[in-house]
């Protein structure tokens, strides 16, 4: 297991997630984050987590714009970071 437990209790995991380029621009990826924290907090989660490719700044800002920050870096299958929101 390449996660190590957090003190702070449950959290959830995104694996992944891509909207249309035809159809980015329009607030789909803002949305379905709003309604994955939602669910997460139904469900007493403490904090998500997620892995992106260093490579992939876009990303990274997004995710850092939503409240994530980077928690570790990974060098496994790709270079990656695996990043974190306290919920």
């Not at 789909?28 to 997620?50: D, F, G, P, T």
């Not at 490579?55 to 496994?76: T, V």
């Amino acid at each position: 297991d390449r996660l190590p437990p957090f003190e702070e209790g449950l959290f959830g995991e995104l694996h992944f997630m891509k909207v249309l380029r035809s159809h980015q621009g329009r607030g789909i990826s803002s949305q379905l984050n709003r309604k994955l924290e939602e669910e997460a907090r139904i469900r007493e989660l403490h904090s998500l987590l997620l892995e992106v490719e260093i490579r992939n700044q876009h990303a990274i800002d997004i995710y850092s714009h939503w409240g994530y920050s980077i928690y570790q870096e990974c060098h496994g299958k790709y270079h990656s970071y695996l990043m974190r929101k306290p919920l």
